[in-house]
């Protein structure tokens, strides 16, 4: 098999950022339908059915967490591409289960499946390792974010037209689109990770925890790791509770919180498109980071305090900035690593938000659940995950820099 690494990179690098656009537009389909289909499927109102949405991203994120490593790991055995494909197809299969789903166990089970398939993001930062030097990483990465950003914005857009046709529409379009990526990848996408840089598959390797040993024998990793934790339970509050937190507080319909996540995505592309390579470069990676996380620790105050839905909407540009911190994190994290570990590497970065993708929704949903429930001895604040958010965000701003000033001394 030849290297399409090496042989046609461009063409690799367009489907990978497809890839990572199609799997960001599948997740952002569904955010803005999520509340309608879980109270049809349910029978709740909309506070009990955040506690079913957190539920469900969580499951997803929960088995993710152990399935990524395992995934990045047989990626530096097998290659890049049998894995990439196959979690696409299992992603169409998914976006099935859900379309057709006669009751909300359905939903979990689709999701179960997206999180032991969930590799695109790992696998495709693991192949730009693979084919780009070490100084072009954060700007390709950059661009990996934007791919990202992009679907994040068109899938919401898209979500909340096609919601109009029927709520369970815009599932079946990331169906079709996410399995005739994975055809087309069948013909197109040739390995990255050449055949005497591949090494044997290990258990330990394909463990959460063995990841992390792996890494620990560089001591500022795992302090990178901790504040890549912190970072992304913040980062989760929007697309965990926006679509809940809008229509109570504002009783948005999905075309309204489809539009508000699309100007979203629009922020989060011209971040990780434009703004983090020429910060990171003119600055570095440190100076990148710490944009996007002030940012978002900005944005989070105002969602947390703010009641007007016309001003609220400004925050969404400095919020969506702090998507910029992980190009300038990844880049570090991989320029400290050897070109074998790199899937490893990418397990691990992809565990540690998992981490905080599976907090995030087993907390903050149930925290919104509390506060906006009639009854409770608490008073009525919807905007309680954002404050959590804001702190999140505070505090990955000071062990940023505390790692920071250890490395230098």
């Known amino acids: 098999m030849r290297n399409s690494g090496q042989s046609n990179p461009k063409i690799a690098m367009w489907f990978v950022l497809v890839s990572v656009f199609l ?105 730009i390792a693979d084919i780009t030097p070490k100084e072009n990483r954060a700007k390709r990465y950059g661009s990996l974010g934007a791919a990202f950003g992009l679907g994040f914005m068109f899938g ?39 055949k005497h840089l591949r090494r044997p598959f290990k258990l330990v390797n394909a463990s959460p925890w063995g990841v992390f040993m792996q890494l620990s024998v560089n001591k500022q990793i795992p302090r990178l790791l901790v504040v890549v934790l912190c970072l992304h339970i913040a980062l989760n509050t929007v697309p965990t509770v926006w679509p809940y937190f809008t229509a109570y507080q504002f009783q948005w319909t999905p075309k309204e919180i489809g539009l508000s996540m699309g100007m979203y995505g629009i922020v989060s592309i011209i971040a990780q498109g434009i703004a983090v390579g020429r910060i990171s470069q003119r600055f570095g990676d440190l100076a990148a980071s710490l944009t996007g996380m002030v940012g978002l620790l900005i944005g989070s105050v105002a969602f947390a305090v703010i009641s007007n839905q016309y001003w609220l909407l400004p925050f969404i540009i400095p919020s969506a900035m702090g998507f910029m911190t992980n190009a300038g994190l990844m880049s570090y994290m991989s320029s400290h690593t050897d070109p074998s570990s790199q899937g490893t590497l990418q397990g691990a970065f992809a565990a540690t938000r998992s981490v905080g993708a599976i907090i995030t929704p087993l907390t903050l949903p149930w925290l919104f659940h509390l506060f906006t429930t009639p009854g409770n001895a608490y008073p009525v604040y919807p905007g309680i995950p954002f404050v959590i958010a804001a702190l999140l965000a505070a505090c990955a701003i000071m062990l940023l820099l505390r790692a920071n000033r250890l490395a230098q001394s």
Do not use: C, K
């Open 23 to 127: 799997d960001a537009m599948g997740h952002g389909l569904l955010a803005p339908i999520i509340p309608d289909l879980i109270r049809e499927l349910a029978d709740v109102d909309i506070s009990g059915a955040a506690l079913y949405g957190g539920a469900i991203i969580a499951l997803f994120a929960t088995i993710q967490f152990f399935a990524t490593p395992l995934l990045g790991a047989l990626s530096d055995a097998f290659g890049r591409r049998p894995v990439l494909l196959v979690s696409f197809t299992a992603f169409g299969i998914n976006y099935l289960l859900m379309g057709f789903a006669p009751s909300i166990e359905w939903l979990f089970l689709a999701q179960a499946l997206a999180g032991l398939f969930g590799a695109t993001p790992a696998v495709a930062g693991a192949f």
């Open 156 to 194: 919401p857009v898209l979500s909340g037209l096609l919601a109009e046709y029927g709520l369970r529409t815009p599932i079946f379009v990331a169906a079709l689109l996410t399995l005739s990526n994975a055809l087309l990848g069948f013909f197109v996408f040739r390995e990255s990770l050449a």
